[in-house]
């Protein structure tokens, strides 16, 4: 069982940058896909981003596309989101979940869960 712990989580202004980072236990890690999602208060868990187990393939949401980036490293059994010019509607608990297909884009695709790093973002 993959043990996933996001960290990096913060209070920032808008405009400003976070980077959350998604360590993972267990030897399937590196042959799964990534991905991370988000959820607001009130409001139902959506995708953000997935990333393919070598990382040569993202995929983002449209409303993060050009200011998010998702990697990994799998040496380290970590993936990481860099998040720029950061908007007051990215406030949210981001998660980073496991799963087997970095095409997917529903929660209940992922089988593994993080217990997610609050992103808050002042205007």
């Known amino acids: 069982q993959v043990q996933l712990v996001e960290s990096g989580g913060g209070l920032v202004q808008a405009g400003g940058s976070l980077r959350l980072s998604c360590a993972a236990s267990?030897?399937?890690?590196?042959?799964?896909?990534m991905a991370w999602f988000r959820q607001a208060p009130g409001k139902e868990r959506e995708f953000v981003s997935a990333?393919?187990?070598?990382?040569?393939?993202?995929y983002y949401t449209d409303s993060v596309k050009g200011r998010f980036t998702i990697s990994r490293d799998n040496a380290k059994n970590m993936m990481y989101l860099q998040m720029n010019s950061l908007k007051p509607e990215d406030t949210a608990v981001y998660y980073c979940?496991?799963?087997?297909?970095?095409?997917?884009?529903?929660?209940?695709?992922?089988?593994?869960w993080g217990q997610g790093t609050q992103v808050t973002v002042s205007s």
């Open positions: 979940a496991l799963g087997d297909n970095s095409r997917a884009t529903a929660a209940s695709d992922f089988r593994s």
């Open positions: 990333i393919s187990w070598t990382g040569a393939s993202t």
């Open positions: 267990g030897r399937t890690f590196k042959f799964s896909a």
